[in-house]
Structures are given as structure tokens and as C-alpha cells.
């Protein structure tokens, strides 16, 4: 069994927005539903409902890191169709996000903000590097689910 670090926890805030042809109503419908928002993450290789709790099991890339890792997420803020805030727990990292929606003139803005505190060596570094391909992967999830309801 993996011991968890003992090192203090090293923290990682990226902030990236992005515009996609629908309302804020349509974006919303995806961004604030907590199961359509691990689809749109690459990492989640499979998640379940608790309650009130959404688990994520993460497949991270990093070798010393076995299996998948459950991270126990849950909604903690909401504004519709504006905002959402959401926050995450595991052993080996929190995880904060934001998505903030505003209409713009051909569509809708989307906001997004993500804090990890990563408890354990190389997860913070891991998101720092992937983070864009995320905020990517997250774009192309919402484009193609506006698209395909059309």
C-alpha cells in the first residue's frame, strides 16, 4: 500500500475561458450536471452518485499511483444558469472548480477555474501539464453535445 506523502501540499490554479455557439441556459444544463461533468474529463475513468456525492475514479498517468483514485466531489455553490461551484477530496488531492457562464453576442462565455492541492508527488505537476488539454477536452465535450441536441 502506497504511504501518503508527507510532503506539504503543492497547489496549482489555472484560469481559462473559452466561447461556444449556445445559450447559457444549453451550456448550463451540461457544466452543472455533476455526471455530465466527468464525462467531459479525461482522466475519470468511470464515476458513480452517493447521495449528494459524484465519486470520480481518476486513472492519473503518474507510475507510483495504482489503479484508479476515487475523489468524492460535490456541488458547492450554484447560481442558474450562471455558476457553478464545485469541490473535491482524495488522498491524494483537493480539487476546486468553477465554471462561470455569460451570455456574449454569438453565444456564451465559459469561465473556468480549477485549484489542486496535490498530496501526493507529480499530481500537481501532472494537471500543470495538462490542463489545457483538458480545458480542450471540456470545449470539444460541450460544442459536440450543443450540436448534437440541436
Excluded at 123 to 140: G, Q
Aim: aromatic share 10%.
Amino acid at each position: 500500500m502506497l504511504q501518503r506523502s508527507r510532503l506539504p501540499t503543492v497547489t496549482t490554479v489555472v484560469e481559462r475561458s473559452f466561447e461556444v455557439e449556445a445559450t447559457v441556459e444549453e451550456v448550463w444544463e451540461l457544466l452543472s450536471d455533476p455526471l455530465l461533468r466527468a464525462q467531459a474529463i479525461s482522466v475519470v475513468d468511470r464515476f458513480e452518485v452517493d447521495g449528494k456525492v459524484t465519486v470520480w475514479r481518476l486513472k492519473l498517468p503518474i507510475r507510483t499511483l495504482p489503479g484508479t483514485i476515487p475523489v468524492r466531489t460535490r456541488d458547492v455553490e450554484r447560481d442558474p444558469p450562471r455558476y457553478v461551484r464545485f469541490k473535491g477530496t482524495s488522498w491524494v488531492m483537493d480539487v476546486e472548480g468553477e465554471h462561470e457562464l455569460t451570455p456574449t453576442e454569438f453565444g456564451c462565455s465559459v469561465r473556468n477555474r480549477f485549484v489542486v492541492d496535490g498530496k501526493f508527488p507529480g499530481v500537481e505537476t501532472f494537471f500543470s501539464a495538462s490542463i489545457d488539454d483538458e480545458i480542450n477536452h471540456l470545449f470539444e465535450f460541450v460544442s459536440d453535445q450543443v450540436s448534437s441536441a440541436k
